[in-house]
């Protein structure tokens, strides 16, 4: 697997000089995999056999511990072992009465003492304002070599544009995000907290049922994630993004 091993500083101190950018590009296609990941087949995969710990297990309430997409369950089941760790007292409280081995902390505050192989963080940096406090205590949480495995909504995304366009004006998305990322700001972020973005991959969406207009939308989309709509990169058709860092020597 190629690694993201220098830095745009190589080229040149100014983050805007047109050659650090066209280098940057170029990594940034080396380690792109894809734009159709099944991102639950994928975390499974990585974290088996491999001690790790799962934030935001919760994902908003414990009623998604029913749901058979609920990521926490898929990773406890393909792990060695599992920590889940969510700030929501209550419903870790009613996670843990059905056996879940879970804790209510605030990572972004402080690390806990476990060291593990795999960090799983799945669509919770866009909620979290203190990125850095994130970043750093997760590393302290991963052994030499370890991954930080990452998921979060696109910016990019085409249907974020087009429902800003219809709309004929701002027309909010999910009300409590407070952040966007996209691969050069996870790039950057790793390499300020010793990490290298390893791999990121467009995520495969899960069906959504609509009428006429969101069917003939979502197989646009599916046509963009495959490259086969000329001129628009792939990556656009994709409404999640998922991010490996691999945790190095600072």
């Not at 879970?102 to 940096?125: M, Q, R, S, W, Y």
């Not at 406090?133 to 370890?146: A, F, I, M, P, T």
């Not at 429902?163 to 952040?179: K, Q």
Request: net charge neutral; hydrophobic share 40%.
């Amino acid at each position: 697997m190629i690694e993201m091993t220098e830095h745009w500083k190589n080229k040149s101190k100014d983050p805007n000089a047109i050659d650090s950018r066209i280098a940057m590009k170029g990594i940034l296609e080396k380690i792109m995999n894809g734009a159709s990941l099944d991102r639950i087949k994928y975390i499974k995969d990585v974290v088996k056999g491999r001690r790790t710990l799962d934030i935001g297990c919760v994902e908003h309430d414990a009623s998604h511990q029913t749901k058979a997409e609920w990521l926490h369950e898929h990773i406890v089941n393909s792990a060695s072992s599992c920590l889940g760790l969510d700030i929501l007292e209550s419903d870790i409280q009613s996670l843990r009465s059905k056996g879940y081995n879970v804790l209510c902390h605030d990572i972004t505050n402080a690390p806990i003492k476990e060291k593990f192989e795999v960090i799983v963080c799945g669509e919770i940096v866009e909620h979290i304002g203190n990125i850095d406090g994130l970043l750093q205590n997760c590393r302290q949480c991963l052994e030499l070599g370890g991954r930080l495995i990452l998921s979060t909504p696109y910016p990019w995304f085409i249907g974020v544009s087009l429902r800003h366009m219809l709309a004929r004006g701002y027309l909010p998305g999910s009300l409590d995000h407070v952040a966007w990322y996209d691969p050069v700001n996870f790039s950057e972020l790793a390499a300020r907290h010793g990490y290298v973005l390893e791999m990121y991959a467009g995520i495969e969406p899960r069906h959504v049922v609509g009428g006429w207009k969101r069917n003939a939308f979502e197989a646009f989309c599916a046509l963009v994630r495959k490259g086969s709509i000329p001129l628009i990169a792939p990556l656009i058709g994709c409404r999640s993004v998922l991010y490996v860092l691999k945790c190095t020597d600072l």
